[in-house]
């Protein structure tokens, strides 16, 4: 169920199959892009970005702002990161109290300063930590289903626990409820080669309610290409558990995302890249009006900008998502290099006024692929 429906014990076993979800991209999944890609593309599940579980200690307003979510984007899963099994389990009983439907550690970032830390996907190389992370995980979502709360988290600061306490008064009555929230993990195939029969029984073990995995290893980075082969080689370990198993890594469409599943035995497949600038990837018909990406970038603007946080720059992190949509559009190159340095969703909209408007004048509509099909500029609001 989407929007305020309410969803048992395991929303992971509740999903209709495949499952076709929003991959997690830091500085790209934030709240306004999941809102976006929800209502335009309906992915079956998204995921916060990943946040270390470090920052509890931090005590500043950072911890929470990737935390924020609406009712619209459930099921909404929240990504953590670390190596400290404490830190996990406190951590999990932030994200109960905050109402999320899911928890899932991240195995899998490749990025140095992480790895060398021992989070992320350094963590394939000691399976006994990682194990321990999510067992300790799951010790604070019982923790919570036993009564634990906000309060009772050392690590947090005051005013930070004065934020949850509202928030969660917030949420839906259902999410509210004390209940078994599911820890799933995501993660690559190996560190330096593929090492999918060595890595992922370590996982299984510990009965993760879903596993993504992306066909790449550490070392690859994003290079090369996934390898579905050793996806489909963890789907094999994976039968017969109750584990879900989803592939990921350049899947660019949906029929592609349900061929891989059928191809490969898989519940599902996460689709990250794929998705920039185009929610209608989540949909196996593409809209014919090509320009309707331009209008859901204004909206996405808009968002970003009324439920970003108000520093100056804060822009920025648009920008890339401007680029994107205006990527689909014909003939649209000098606009996509004026939105990516627009400052301002007001700016945005004079932006795609202008657009419009010279299309109108300057190429007639009929034109196969071109034009504005006839429509006024205010009409392609
Ligand atoms: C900019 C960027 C940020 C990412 N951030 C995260 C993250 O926060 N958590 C995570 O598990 N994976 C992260 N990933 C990996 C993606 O979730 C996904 O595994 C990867 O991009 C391969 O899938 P794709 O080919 O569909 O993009 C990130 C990828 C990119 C490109």
Known sequence: MTGSGVHGANFWQQLPRPIVGLAPMDGVTDHACRHIQKKYGCPAVVYTEFVAVERLRVGDWSLLKDFRYDESQRPV????????PALFEQMAILLCELGFDGIDLNMGCPATQI?????????????????????????????????????????????????????RAQLPPAFQRRRPVPVSVKTRIGYAVPQVREWIPWLLECEPAALALHGRTLQQRYSGSADWEQIGLAAELARGSDTLLLGNGDVGSYSAALQRCAAYGLDGVLIGRGSNGNPFVFSLEQPQDRYRLLRVALEHAQLHEATGDRRPGRFLAMRKHLGWYARWV????ALRRALVESTTAAEVAALLDAYFLQR????????????NGGKTVIDWM
């Not at 014909?330 to 190159?333: C, I, L, N, V, W």
């Open 360 to 371: 109108r004048t300057w190429e007639p509509a009929n034109v196969a692929g071109g034009g």
């Open 77 to 84: 899963v929240a990504q953590v990161y670390g190596h400290t």
């Open 115 to 167: 790895v060398h830390r021992g989070s992320g996907a350094g963590l394939i190389r000691t399976p006994l930590l990682a194990q321990e992370l999510v067992r300790a995980t799951r010790r604070g979502v019982e923790a919570w289903q036993n009564g634990a709360n906000v309060q009772e988290i050392p690590e947090l600061a005051p005013h930070l626990v004065e934020q949850v306490v509202g928030w």
């Open 330 to 333: 014909p003939a649209a190159s």
